[in-house]
């Protein structure tokens, strides 16, 4: 095998082991999932449960069998959309500690090439926070399975496909932006930053559509939107269209609008497919800015060695 | 047979600046195969900067470093595999085993399977570690972790064994386990010790000592030499009397009186001989001693090493 290939593979199996070895970097990664889950037992249940129920014409009865299923389906996206992006921003805190604690100096004593371990950051990253988003949406499908399914076949496969594309761009986005942090502090303040900002910005502990018109366009412009919008969308289709059988079309678009399934971009409603482009390409574009770090922090060193031997 | 000494590392005019601080400025020398060499300076002197540059962690400005007769430039890989270290502060994964974190840095050298198995045994046997191997790091003492870092140094048989500062805060008795595992690894095992220090009893062990102050070679000699260049030999006579210390300033010698002897200063073994000799019918109990590394150090820096920090 090729060596650089095997470097990469020790070392992306090094970081995995240190992540799930660091019980506290674990469980730190889990808050932003806890405390959706708190807040969906204690008030946001009966609230969204209240909120749907508003909709619903006097002499209807709707199954509380949907209702839960349509609730249920609001918790598991929520959490799997800020879970997505917090946890690649917790679990990738070992950049930060290795290069704090000279592990990195220890790792570049040995004949690795610097590009082979910024690439086993990512790699080992994308695969932990998968893992454990995997494991969060093996809970919420059984949480769902119990209380009320409404999930075709092809909803569960475009949920897991956008739980691994809005992981990537959270990957990248951690990997670049934790590449430039040297001190332990401001990694631990800036994932718990994350932790506790993203939430909102994601719409997971409110739906977007209430907040005022200048956040929602600013939110508008963050790519993780589109994620959450997409797992909004494929979570409670199911349930959605249940609904639609005992109540008026205008009542489903209203639930649609205001439960964040769909979003308008300045006017224009986006479909589906634009949303996963949107996040698809913007995953790319930081792809793209990873390889370039990385090639111009190799160059600037071999450009060092080289002005240094000009210098002799 | 005598084996010809050879350089097995030759840095000539070295020099690495951060920004205005000149860390490394225009430093030459040479270790032998097989020497104990010494790097002997306060913080900041720039020591770990020129063993960082050695090992391939930082790059120089200029100069020409070359190891086992490779320049490092045009070859890194190769004199990466010449080279172990052993970092001031351990840097390897507290979280992991002992026996996971030396097949990791032995597999980043290409080191697998049965290689691997096997020198680890060596290692083992060497260093006593077969009862650590399953152990964390985090649940070893300062003293074993030591050894799980030299052993880390020399997982792929280097030629070169640099320390930095490898006792720095570790109790006397780890000190005497440290130097004790040097020793043996010296006596046996053909490596070169490239050793840093601050401690002047350290240094004194060394074949050879070069002495570093704000980034320039202040000296370099066998400590020996060092001592009859810098320091003063001296003889402690532990019977005090007034007959003694008349004749002392009749001759003008200079002496220190201290609460149960006196040191006297003499210019060599030899004139501490003769007026022993001269003066046996003063004192019964006398002791001719060499003069110290700190003295050498004072007289060649103008600063006192104290623990590492300095008076002027």
């Given at each position: ?312 | ?39 002997l ?156 220090t601050h401690y002047m009893e350290e240094a004194a ?87 110290t590394m700190d003295e050498v150090f ?7 090493l ?7």
């Amino acid at each position: 095998m090729n060596k650089n290939l095997y470097d990469l593979l020790y070392l992306i199996k090094r970081n995995i082991k240190m992540y799930f070895k660091d019980k506290g970097t674990f469980l730190i990664s889990l808050i932003t999932p806890a405390i959706l889950l708190i807040l969906f037992i204690t008030f946001l249940r009966s609230l969204y449960t209240s909120s749907l129920e508003h909709y619903i014409p006097e002499g209807v009865i709707i199954s509380s069998r949907v209702l839960n299923g349509f609730t249920a389906g609001w918790l598991v996206s929520s959490i799997l959309a800020s879970s997505c992006i917090t946890i690649a921003f917790c679990s990738n805190t070992i950049i930060i500690a290795d290069r704090a604690n000279g592990i990195v100096d220890d790792i570049l004593v040995t004949p690795v090439k610097k590009t082979v371990l910024s690439l086993s950051y990512l790699i080992s990253n994308y695969i932990t926070t998968t893992i454990v988003c995997l494991a969060c949406l093996g809970l919420g499908f059984g949480y769902m399975a119990i209380v009320g399914w409404y999930l075709s076949f092809n909803d569960v496969i475009m949920i897991i496909l956008n739980t691994l594309l809005l992981t990537l761009f959270g990957s990248l986005l951690a990997t670049i932006i934790e590449s430039f942090i040297k001190s332990m502090g401001v990694g631990t303040a800036l994932s718990t930053l994350v932790s506790s900002m993203y939430g909102f910005l994601c719409g997971a502990y409110m739906p977007i559509s209430q907040f005022s018109d200048s956040i929602q366009n600013f939110i508008k412009f963050l790519p993780g939107t589109y994620g959450t919008i997409l797992f909004r969308y494929y979570f409670v289709r199911g349930a959605t269209e249940a609904l639609g059988k005992d109540l008026p079309a205008e009542a489903i678009d209203s639930i649609r609008v205001n439960f964040d399934t769909e979003i308008e971009f300045f006017g224009n409603k986006l479909s589906n497919g634009t949303c996963f482009l949107i996040v698809g390409v913007t995953a790319l574009v930081l792809l793209a800015a990873f390889i370039a770090i990385v090639l111009i922090r190799d160059r600037a060193k071999v450009k060092k060695t080289e002005v240094a031997v000009a210098k002799n | 047979m005598d084996k010809i000494e050879r350089n097995i590392i030759e840095v000539k005019h070295l020099k690495k600046y951060f920004g205005q601080v000149k860390a490394v400025d225009d430093i030459s020398f040479c270790v032998k195969e097989g020497e104990l060499f010494a790097f002997l300076g306060l913080n900041g002197a720039g020591k770990s900067t020129t063993i960082n540059v050695i090992a391939g962690i930082s790059t120089k400005d200029s100069g020409t470093i070359s190891i086992d007769g490779i320049d490092i430039d045009n070859h890194t890989d190769e004199t990466k595999t010449k080279v172990g270290i052993v970092f001031q502060n351990s840097c390897l994964d507290k979280k992991l085993t002992a026996y996971d974190n030396l097949r990791l840095k032995a597999a980043l050298y290409g080191i697998k399977g049965k290689a691997f198995e096997d020198r680890l045994e060596e290692l083992a046997d060497l260093l006593e570690l077969k009862p650590l191997l399953k152990k964390s790091l985090e649940k070893m003492s300062g003293g074993q972790r030591r050894r799980i870092d030299i052993a880390r140094a020399l997982i792929h048989k280097p030629k070169i064994l640099i320390l930095d500062e490898p006792t720095t805060g570790l109790d006397p008795q780890t000190r005497i386990m440290v130097w004790s595992c040097l020793n043996t690894l010296k006596d046996h095992k053909e490596v070169t010790i490239f050793l840093t220090t601050h401690y002047m009893e350290e240094a004194a062990n060394a074949d050879f000592v070069v002495i570093l102050d704000s980034g320039h070679i202040v000296a370099d000699d066998l400590p020996n030499h060092l001592k009859n260049k810098y320091a003063h030999d001296f003889i402690k006579i532990y019977d005090k009397s007034d007959e003694l210390i008349r004749v002392l300033k009749e001759e003008k010698m200079k002496f220190e009186e201290k609460d149960d002897f006196i040191r006297i200063e003499v210019k060599n073994v030899e004139q501490g001989k003769e007026f022993i000799i001269a003066h046996a019918d003063l004192f019964k109990d006398v002791e001719l001693l060499k003069g110290t590394m700190d003295e050498v150090f004072l007289n060649v820096t103008g600063k006192v090493l104290t623990g590492g920090s300095a008076n002027e």
